[in-house]
């Protein structure tokens, strides 16, 4: 995507330099100011052969600054990226179109995106961002970035691509806590730091899963006296950058959480920023409305189906529309969108017992209005735990009740009922002889196309207790396969009846894997 530019060279730009928004919160803890990080400078020479010569094989992907390679060196000890910047073109890049009359040193407008990175990663370090290692600098004196190397892509790729399964709710929102983090760790550095490029394409993901916030080649830090910041003309990507922002005047952190905003709307969502595709093309404008008539049902990713517990759907885009508030001042700081999504993430995370399968499920009550995207018949939509004559398995019904009383998504208004979560069940609940005579309905993501292989459902507790096989494909469209099945498990006297239970299985592995392991293992 393109940059934005605007000349607005005389407006003095605001970062929260005297960190308003933790005074007013009455946190005044202010962290010292940030001490150089030490990072090695390489030689050009070393680079060249750690990326064999800056070839094909070692080429990572291309940005609009420049082209990205894998590099090995150390003999193989150091695994990095190296950004390599492309000549600049004096007519179209935005920072010598905004040269310094005094040719400054001290000003963005005087100094490479590369430079800049540099100049911002050797004072920043965190483990969410994309961390500085080095640098060089090549015969004509133009920058090289030694990065850490991000093997397994960027958010971008991993939501939107048509290859691969898209990730689960748990995933999401890990994701999204963790970009919040290093956002968060940028704001609060001191003097603060501004990305003004947070995108689903900058954020990059570690060799463990981790999201990593990346490119820093617009960056700003510095408080609002800095020169810096005084001469650098607006800039971002469009469809993230804040309306609000068209002068230096009008950058602050909360230009960031409105790029954050439209992240978070995009992770929820799985929609681009800008989609012409649909109506409106913008993810904000699209999605906004439809969060303010609380109609959450519509923002979720409709290839990946509910979160267990629905209020994480709804807390997710509450948050993300006051993000994207067009009022700079009523965006939250990015603290406090980090307290909020690790409220949501621990909603997300099944308990133990439940996460031992990693998958979520749901019991869904008949009053309920049926979901867009929802596979089932609403014949098949009446969910009950039945207590039948067990202390356990009344204890198994109350527990839903109390998880989910104060969390009634019904409540907030729009389509969404209250729902109940059989992922409350703890295997203490359940006792030692629980008894699963069970019909069920699992819905497992598939493509069309690939044979079915039933799965094996394993019922068990802390020990396995049994194992229930041959369930029955009820159905199958475009969403995945609706499986009933029933049976008892061996040696157990009391019955548990979760007659027409649905499960929607959120996991993260390949199709392949989901189906030929088995679905349920309790
Ligand atoms: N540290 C890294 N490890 C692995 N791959 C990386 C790393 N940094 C960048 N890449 C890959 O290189 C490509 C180009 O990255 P770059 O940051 O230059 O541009 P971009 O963010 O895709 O676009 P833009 O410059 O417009 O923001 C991306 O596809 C990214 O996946």
């Given at each position: ?49 750690a ?20 590099a090995i060196l150390d003999?193989g000890k150091l695994v990095a ?52 290692l ?389």
């Amino acid at each position: 995507m393109g940059y934005l530019s605007c000349n607005a060279e005389s407006a003095i730009a605001t970062c929260d330099p005297y960190y308003w928004d933790l005074k007013r919160k009455g946190r005044t803890r202010i962290s010292k100011p940030n001490k150089a990080v030490k990072i090695r400078q390489f030689s050009y020479e070393e680079l060249v052969a750690a990326t064999n010569g800056f070839s094909a094989e070692s080429f990572l992907g291309k940005g609009s600054h420049g082209s990205v390679y894998k590099a090995i060196l150390d003999d193989g000890k150091l695994v990095a990226a190296v950004k390599k910047t492309k000549l600049l073109n004096p007519s179209t890049t935005s920072f010598q179109n905004y040269h310094h009359p005094n040719n400054c040193t001290n000003c963005s407008n005087c100094t490479s995106p590369a430079e800049n990175e540099i100049e911002i990663l050797s004072r920043v370090q965190h483990p969410r961002l994309v961390n500085l290692l080095g640098f060089c600098a090549d015969s004509k004196d133009k920058k090289l970035l030694v990065v850490e190397f991000m093997p397994n892509g960027c958010l971008y790729d991993i939501l939107h691509s048509n290859s691969r399964s898209p990730p689960g709710w748990t995933r999401r929102v890990r994701f999204a806590v963790q970009i919040a983090k290093a956002v968060q760790a940028l704001h609060s550095s001191n003097p603060p730091v501004i990305h003004r490029d947070i995108k689903s394409s900058n954020v990059l993901i570690d060799d463990n899963w981790n999201a990593r916030l990346g490119d820093f080649g617009l960056a700003l830090r510095g408080h609002v006296e800095d020169v810096r910041v005084k001469c650098t003309p607006p800039a971002g990507t469009l469809g993230y950058l804040d309306p609000g922002y068209l002068a230096p005047g009008d950058l602050s952190t909360k230009s960031d959480v409105f790029s954050f905003g439209i992240l978070l709307l995009e992770i929820i969502s799985g929609r681009h920023a800008i989609d012409v595709n649909y109506s409106p093309p913008s993810v904000v404008d699209w999605a906004v409305p439809l969060i303010k008539h609380g109609d959450f049902s519509g923002i979720g990713d409709r290839r990946i189906g509910y979160p267990a517990d629905l209020a994480v759907i709804r807390q997710l885009s509450v948050l993300a529309a006051r993000c994207v508030r067009s009022s700079a001042e009523k965006r939250p700081a990015m603290a406090e969108v980090v307290e909020c999504l690790k409220i949501v993430a621990k909603k997300v995370h099944a308990p133990p017992i439940w996460n031992s399968f990693r998958r979520q499920a749901r019991c869904v009550e008949s009053s309920r209005p049926l979901m867009k995207w929802e596979v089932y018949d609403r014949s098949e939509e009446v969910v009950k735990i039945t207590k039948l004559g067990s202390r356990r398995n009344s204890k198994v019904s109350s527990v839903q009740g109390a998880e989910y009383g104060s969390e009634a998504i019904g409540s907030i208004g729009g389509p969404m009922g209250r729902s109940k979560s059989v992922g409350y069940f703890s295997h203490k609940k359940m006792g030692s002889d629980s008894n699963l005579g069970a019909n069920k309905s699992v819905l497992a993501r598939r493509k069309p196309g690939l044979a079915v292989k039933m799965p094996v459902v394993r019922l068990s507790k802390s020990r396995s207790m049994g194992v229930l096989q041959s369930p029955r494909l009820v159905r199958y469209n475009s969403r995945g396969y609706v499986f009933e099945f029933g049976g008892k498990i061996p040696g157990t006297s009391t019955e548990l009846d979760m007659s027409k239970l649905v499960i929607s299985v959120d996991d993260d592995r390949s199709e392949k894997e989901m189906l030929e392991k088995p679905l349920v293992s309790i």
